[in-house]
């Protein structure tokens, strides 16, 4: 009697795979199919109107570029060297210890919190207002704790080996970290950033919160334009009661899978370089 | 500039970068503080936290927060009932029976359920999940907790499974040939030597998941309505504590007034209820490292 309870028991848990991926392909599937009919070069070039038909994504779609363009820009610094910091030089101290319990819990805050905080903050105290600004610097925020993770990782797989060639040439610390282990580690850190980045291009909750707005006629052209995203012309179309506008969010999203799924593809390509030249 | 100089400089700078992320905490807690401050001055805490009504966007004025609570709460649990045990099992599947084949094929499968916006999963909530769960029960309303609690559970999944299989991977080997030389099956050594000894591993990804379903925003927002009710009735439209943070983020409310503080207080509660739960799994992640240390 042991046996078949083995196997049901292996049945059941292969089912419940089964289900999750049956469930990833309807998802899919509905997308495909509600917003395919609708996608077309005229919808991607065309700005946000009351006519469903007429109505494109190109203002949000520059808005989403400006942005994530600008969260790397902020987070990879700052980032990197946080990370270097902690696996460099204070792994053991007690402050580098509550510094590294901190970011653990910082990754799991809502990201709604970060949107208080960007309101509360950027938006206000500093005055930057809406602005495409106020916002990366919020994703920016956000996204630091996969950047620190993903870097400190990517440092690891450097070998002692070459930090202690490098301070037996006489290299200082700080020389040995930015002409040997930086440049070892880079595609790793590079990887690391944009899956961080690609994670930032979705969100839509923090950016709805420190009031980036849903109906933007255009796209920005300084940091500090107002701005909307592509996950916020989806939110706004998908809450519209008319099926018109339904179809629009389906194509929107269509648009944005594309965009992370290349972003994800150009992770990958890093990754794979970086493999071969390890082994070479 | 002399070379120690240059290098201490740096190293502080390198610290600098590092302490960020404690100013972002602080950052957090004292945005949120400040704002739930001047609210508490206008209500009292005890009406806030006891209240049974909230309807600060009507002419009559009601701040009782435990109708977002009951929302934001009714809805993790639907998504708990979902996705702790399939990811439980999944992980049980992927860490004790899946030959590596089949790992490397569903893992990243796992990872691109992780990784899909949380908007599209609102859109496929109120386009496909709710007209399909309609078809069963006619009575569900258009805006309900069901459909949106089941979506999110398949969001969460994958976070369950795979923190879950990390713990049950790093659980020795030699327990496992143990209880296979007393002669039990595999299911048996999963189930009473795996999962006990991975207990605490496992436990953390439960509540992390839970932390993750209260904050969860989009899904809520798009597909479970805008009405806060007191109801453990998941076929209603209901609002959660961070459905309501966007409606309000929405609408034009100006600075300063008690509307646009009440984001904030709710914002605060939502904030303090996710923390509690991320250090309590974090604490158990950690006795975990060091009981297979």
């Not at chain 1, 291009?201 to 709805?208: C, D, H, Q, V, Y």
């Not at chain 1, 008319?242 to 969010?249: E, I, M, Y």
């Not at chain 2, 400040?34 to 009406?47: A, C, Q, W």
């Given at each position: 009697?042991?046996?078949?309870?083995?196997?049901?028991?292996?049945?059941?848990?292969?089912?419940?795979?089964?289900?999750?991926?049956?469930?990833?392909?309807?998802?899919?599937?509905?997308?495909?199919?509600?917003?395919?009919p609708?996608?077309?070069?005229?919808f991607?070039?065309?700005?946000?109107?009351?006519?469903?038909?007429?109505?494109?994504?190109?203002?949000?779609?520059?808005?989403?570029?400006?942005?994530?363009?600008?969260?790397?820009?902020?987070?990879?610094?700052?980032?990197?060297?946080?990370?270097?910091?902690?696996?460099?030089?204070?792994?053991r101290?007690?402050?580098?210890?509550?510094?590294e319990?901190?970011?653990?819990?910082?990754?799991?805050?809502?990201?709604?919190?970060?949107?208080?905080?960007?309101?509360?903050?950027?938006?206000?105290?500093?005055?930057?207002?809406?602005?495409?600004?106020?916002?990366?610097?919020?994703?920016?925020?956000?996204?630091?704790?996969?950047?620190?993770?993903?870097?400190?990782?990517?440092?690891?797989?450097?070998?002692?080996s070459?930090?202690?060639?490098?301070?037996?040439?006489?290299?200082?610390?700080?020389?040995?970290?930015?002409?040997?282990?930086?440049?070892?580690?880079l595609?790793?850190?590079?990887?690391?950033?944009?899956?961080?980045?690609?994670?930032?291009?979705?969100?839509?909750a923090?950016?709805?919160?420190?009031?980036?707005?849903?109906?933007?006629?255009?796209?920005?052209?300084?940091?500090?334009?107002?701005f909307?995203?592509?996950?916020?012309?989806?939110?706004?179309?998908?809450?519209?009661?008319?099926?018109?506008?339904?179809?629009?969010?389906?194509?929107?999203?269509?648009?944005?899978?594309?965009?992370?799924?290349?972003?994800?593809?150009?992770?990958?390509?890093?990754?794979?370089?970086y493999?071969?030249?390890?082994?070479? | 500039?002399?070379?120690?100089?240059?290098?201490?400089?740096?190293?502080?700078?390198?610290?600098?970068?590092?302490?960020?992320?404690?100013?972002?905490?602080?950052?957090?807690?004292?945005?949120?503080?400040?704002?739930?401050?001047?609210?508490?001055?206008?209500?009292?805490?005890?009406d806030?936290?006891?209240?049974?009504?909230?309807?600060?966007?009507?002419?009559?004025?009601?701040?009782?927060?435990?109708?977002?609570?009951?929302?934001?709460?009714?809805?993790?649990?639907?998504?708990?009932?979902?996705?702790?045990?399939?990811?439980?099992?999944?992980?049980?599947?992927?860490?004790?029976?899946?030959?590596?084949?089949?790992?490397?094929?569903?893992?990243?499968?796992?990872?691109?359920?992780?990784?899909?916006?949380?908007?599209?999963?609102?859109?496929?909530?109120?386009?496909?999940?709710?007209?399909?769960?309609?078809?069963?029960?006619?009575?569900?309303?258009?805006?309900n907790?069901?459909?949106?609690?089941?979506?999110?559970?398949?969001?969460?999944?994958?976070?369950?499974?795979?923190?879950?299989?990390?713990?049950?991977?790093?659980?020795?080997?030699?327990?496992?040939?143990?209880?296979?030389?007393?002669?039990?099956?595999?299911?048996?050594?999963?189930?009473?030597?795996?999962?006990?000894?991975?207990?605490?591993?496992?436990?953390?990804?439960?509540?992390?998941?839970?932390?993750?379903?209260?904050?969860?925003?989009?899904?809520?927002?798009?597909?479970?309505?805008?009405?806060?009710?007191?109801?453990?009735?998941?076929?209603?439209?209901?609002?959660t504590?961070?459905?309501?943070?966007?409606?309000?983020?929405?609408?034009?409310?100006?600075?300063?007034?008690?509307?646009?503080?009440?984001?904030?207080?709710?914002?605060?509660?939502?904030?303090?209820?996710?923390?509690?739960?991320?250090?309590?799994?974090?604490?158990?992640?950690?006795?975990?490292r060091?009981?297979?240390?």
């Amino acid at each position: 009697m042991r046996k078949p309870a083995d196997l049901i028991f292996q049945a059941i848990s292969l089912l419940t795979l089964v289900v999750a991926l049956a469930a990833l392909g309807a998802l899919v599937w509905t997308v495909v199919a509600d917003g395919a009919p609708r996608l077309s070069w005229q919808f991607i070039t065309n700005i946000a109107s009351r006519n469903a038909e007429k109505a494109g994504v190109y203002h949000a779609l520059m808005g989403s570029i400006w942005v994530i363009t600008l969260t790397g820009l902020l987070a990879l610094p700052v980032g990197v060297a946080a990370a270097i910091y902690l696996e460099e030089y204070g792994s053991r101290s007690a402050v580098a210890r509550f510094i590294e319990l901190n970011i653990a819990n910082l990754a799991a805050v809502p990201s709604i919190i970060y949107g208080l905080l960007g309101l509360g903050l950027f938006v206000r105290l500093m005055g930057m207002g809406q602005s495409v600004m106020a916002g990366a610097a919020t994703l920016a925020l956000l996204a630091l704790p996969v950047v620190i993770l993903s870097t400190r990782e990517a440092l690891r797989t450097v070998p002692n080996s070459i930090r202690e060639g490098s301070y037996a040439l006489g290299a200082t610390k700080w020389q040995t970290i930015w002409n040997q282990v930086l440049p070892m580690s880079l595609p790793g850190v590079l990887t690391g950033l944009i899956l961080a980045l690609s994670r930032a291009i979705g969100e839509t909750a923090p950016l709805i919160t420190i009031g980036a707005l849903t109906y933007i006629p255009f796209a920005p052209d300084t940091v500090w334009s107002k701005f909307t995203v592509l996950p916020i012309q989806i939110f706004n179309w998908v809450s519209r009661p008319q099926a018109d506008f339904k179809v629009n969010a389906a194509a929107g999203i269509l648009v944005l899978l594309v965009l992370l799924l290349s972003m994800n593809a150009v992770a990958v390509i890093v990754r794979d370089r970086y493999q071969r030249q390890g082994r070479a | 500039m002399p070379t120690r100089t240059l290098e201490w400089i740096i190293e502080r700078l390198l610290f600098l970068c590092a302490a960020l992320s404690v100013l972002t905490t602080a950052g957090i807690i004292a945005v949120l503080a400040f704002e739930t401050y001047e609210f508490l001055r206008e209500v009292p805490i005890l009406d806030f936290l006891t209240g049974t009504e909230w309807t600060p966007l009507f002419a009559n004025r009601q701040f009782g927060v435990l109708p977002l609570v009951a929302g934001t709460l009714l809805v993790s649990a639907i998504a708990m009932v979902v996705a702790l045990p399939m990811g439980l099992l999944a992980a049980t599947y992927l860490s004790e029976y899946a030959p590596d084949t089949l790992r490397r094929i569903v893992k990243p499968v796992l990872e691109i359920l992780a990784g899909v916006p949380t908007v599209v999963y609102g859109y496929f909530a109120l386009t496909f999940v709710t007209p399909l769960l309609q078809r069963v029960f006619p009575t569900l309303s258009g805006f309900n907790a069901l459909s949106p609690g089941l979506v999110m559970g398949l969001m969460i999944l994958p976070l369950v499974s795979s923190l879950s299989e990390d713990a049950m991977r790093a659980v020795p080997s030699g327990l496992r040939e143990g209880s296979y030389a007393l002669g039990a099956t595999r299911m048996q050594t999963a189930i009473k030597v795996v999962v006990p000894a991975a207990f605490s591993g496992v436990t953390a990804a439960f509540i992390l998941a839970v932390s993750r379903a209260i904050g969860e925003t989009m899904i809520v927002a798009i597909a479970a309505g805008q009405q806060p009710r007191l109801t453990a009735n998941p076929f209603v439209p209901i609002e959660t504590m961070t459905a309501y943070i966007v409606q309000v983020s929405l609408g034009d409310t100006p600075q300063g007034t008690i509307e646009y503080r009440t984001i904030f207080a709710v914002g605060m509660l939502l904030f303090l209820m996710t923390f509690v739960l991320n250090l309590i799994s974090t604490w158990l992640r950690e006795r975990f490292r060091e009981e297979y240390a």
